[in-house]
């Protein structure tokens, strides 16, 4: 197939349409994803195709939704849960910390719970502090669960159809910035593997690694210090479990320094870990500290230019790119 | 809905109180073994909850199932597993974290599940199992098959809101569902008069749209009646529920030295024993003698007894299997710490 425009958000709603045409047993179950087509429209008009026996409607009940999925995975569907709001993990995570992702493990290997939980989250639409935080940290500290957080319309559509085919519960965190981007891909191509990060940019001078919309704004940063004659490198990461830090240490020892940039608060969060892990497994190479670049430890502001100025920005990257290469 | 005509006729020829009976008794003297096990230091840890004097709920429920249905129990659920058809040697070695248990040692009293009699899994958080039967309903709405799911829980679920979205959800999709509160007057220490005002639980569910009952746990022949009549009404798309009163002889675990109640409390609580009003039912009605109840009793009591043996020679389970069955067969498996810690201080 050739190359289209496409945006994010269709991307994933093709995605879901293409797994549902595939496999019988995938039904979305969640708030909103029938008739009024998802609160951010990712499953527009598929209830026209699939039914409402597919697409299915539920009360505004967040840990049913997971509860219910859990159950149905385990017994013949494969369920994708729609939770409107990553910030309503604080509703659902008993369902997904404590039953999704043990089960396997507390069950001995008898069963697993294939099920994905869709979900969208980040900053950028000064929806307030309960509408964008970045959780990603609550799913990586959880053994037993998948995590992917697509940049591009591309990865949108492989990471979820491979989600759709995994044997363990897979939590996607859209994000909510990147719905309305347009990209043109060829859905047909070859994707590159689950579970393998993606140089974005090739470098020499310095590793960025990031995930999500900050791969966007990484890319930015990295374009204006090209023309400062500095070359870095950018790591989209794709999935934070499995993390391919094989791909992050190879750059790293080429490189010699790292930052590692997350829209997540900086504490106990996904920047820590992998600045640690960097430390760690690069630190005869290092000739600079890790740097974190991530979101103030501060509840998101409502005011735009508060929540702008929350979490990193192209600009602060370049700075401090600039001043760890005493540039 | 009307509870079945609970009044017991004269002897029937087509009882099914022998049965029921011996069901009962061998979750009794299970778990008086599994007290055992704990004295004798075999067990793995002391989180394990009897549910001495909750026989006749186990058992009631468990004999309106078919094989084809599943079900998720509370923590205090080896009863309702064994009644299901559960091998009491293999349940044993789970709870003493052997790796000829049901989970390979990783379960636990707590987490025991086997998915070929459709045990969706115990559960440690209460409430947590309740969900994932509407979810099973789900699936088999939408695969066209005749199965039920039955939820098991505690009184202490009934505070729960998760229950409440569940019964919803059930209702509001009919599906064949079961939901099943066995309300042993205790949430660990805190008796059901001190957690609500609302103890009429079937009202609850008659709210939401579900046929509802209210049986007396230590009839176990009434709660096979109501449990039949509901299982029957979930698999045609009514979903159910029942609540069971009964009393919990022992304590809440193992550690727990009740407190919180009077010994004329607990004296007066266990005349409510289901196990002997059916052996005195059996033995009036004339379906069984003395004689042929106690060699029964006994023949149980020495099966029960080997699951010791068993449990006590099983094998622990080796430390490699840690890594094992985080995530699915041939996924990537989590880093061990020491391989780590190999690799990084390889040259130190």
């Not at chain 1, 190359?3 to 994010?8: A, G």
């Amino acid at each position: 197939m050739a190359e289209t425009e496409i945006t994010y958000r269709d991307a994933l709603r093709q995605a879901l349409q293409d797994a549902m045409r595939a496999d019988d047993t995938v039904v979305v179950i969640g708030e909103e994803v029938g008739a009024y087509g998802g609160a951010y429209g990712v499953t527009r008009d598929l209830i026209t195709e699939f039914g409402a026996g597919r697409l299915i409607d539920t009360p505004i009940s967040e840990p049913a939704i997971v509860g219910v999925a859990v159950g149905a995975a385990m017994t013949g569907l494969r369920p994708v849960a729609e939770l409107m709001y990553v910030d309503f993990l604080g509703l659902v995570m008993d369902q997904l910390a404590n039953q999704a992702a043990k089960i396997r493990y507390m069950f001995g290997g008898q069963i697993g719970v294939p099920m994905v939980l869709r979900t969208q989250g980040g900053t950028g639409r000064s929806a307030g502090a309960q509408h964008s935080q970045s959780l990603e940290g609550w799913i990586m500290h959880t053994p037993g669960l998948r995590l992917a957080m697509p940049a591009t319309a591309a990865d949108a559509y492989h990471l979820l159809r491979h989600s759709l085919t995994l044997p363990d519960p897979v939590v996607f965190i859209e994000h909510k910035s990147l719905y309305t981007r347009k990209e043109r891909v060829d859905l047909d191509a070859e994707p590159t593997p689950w579970g393998k990060a993606v140089v974005r940019r090739q470098g020499n001078d310095l590793t960025l690694v990031t995930y999500s919309r900050m791969v966007h704004v990484a890319l930015a940063a990295a374009e204006q210090l090209a023309k400062q004659d500095i070359s870095v490198e950018l790591i989209d990461l794709r999935t934070l479990n499995p993390l391919d830090m094989a791909t992050v240490i190879a750059s790293v020892e080429r490189t010699g320094r790292a930052v590692v940039v997350s829209e997540g608060p900086l504490t106990g969060g996904v920047a820590s870990e992998l600045a640690a892990r960097i430390g760690e497994e690069c630190f005869d190479y290092l000739q600079a500290p890790v740097i974190r670049l991530a979101g103030e430890d501060i509840p998101i502001p409502v005011s735009p230019d508060l929540e702008s100025a929350s979490i990193p920005t192209a600009a602060l990257i370049v700075a401090t790119v600039r001043r760890m290469l005493r540039r | 809905m009307t509870p079945p005509d609970a009044t017991p006729g004269p002897a029937r020829a087509n009882t099914r109180l022998p049965e029921l009976y011996r069901t009962m008794r061998r979750i009794r003297t299970f778990e008086e073994r599994v007290a055992e096990l704990y004295a004798r230091g075999l067990s793995a840890g002391s989180m394990l909850h009897l549910s001495i004097g909750e026989e006749g709920a186990a058992a009631g429920v468990a004999a309106a199932m078919r094989p084809e249905d599943s079900f998720t129990t509370h923590h205090r659920g080896h009863g309702i597993f064994l009644a299901r058809g559960a091998d009491p040697a293999r349940m044993m070695a789970e709870i003493g974290g052997k790796e000829a248990g049901y989970c390979r040692g990783k379960g636990g009293s707590m987490h025991i599940a086997d998915m070929a009699l459709g045990h969706l899994g115990a559960n440690a958080i209460v409430g947590g199992g309740i969900p994932h039967v509407v979810g099973a309903g789900l699936s088999y709405k939408r695969l066209g098959t005749d199965a039920i799911s039955v939820a098991f829980f505690g009184d202490g679920a009934m505070q729960q809101g998760l229950l409440y979205e569940s019964m919803n959800m059930a209702a509001l999709w009919d599906l064949p569902v079961l939901f099943v509160c066995i309300n042993n007057q205790y949430g660990m220490g805190t008796r059901i008069d001190r957690a609500t005002r609302s103890i009429e639980f079937d009202r609850r569910a008659e709210a939401f749209g579900l046929a509802a009952a209210m049986v007396d746990g230590e009839d176990v022949e009434a709660v096979h009646r109501t449990a039949q009549a509901l299982a029957d009404g979930a698999r045609g798309g009514k979903p159910g529920f029942m609540a069971i009163s009964c009393f919990r002889f022992f304590g809440h675990g193992r550690m727990d030295k009740s407190p919180y109640r009077t010994a004329e409390e607990e004296a007066t609580g266990r005349k409510r024993d289901p196990v002997s009003r059916a052996r005195d039912a059996l033995l009036s009605q004339g379906l069984n003698d003395a004689a042929a109840l106690d060699a029964l009793d006994a023949g149980i009591a020495r099966e029960m007894d080997a699951t010791i043996d068993f449990t006590a020679a099983a094998d622990a389970p080796a430390g490699a299997s840690m890594f094992r069955d985080v995530f699915g067969p041939g996924e990537p498996e989590p880093e061990p710490l020491q391989s780590r810690l190999d690799r990084i201080l390889a040259d130190a």
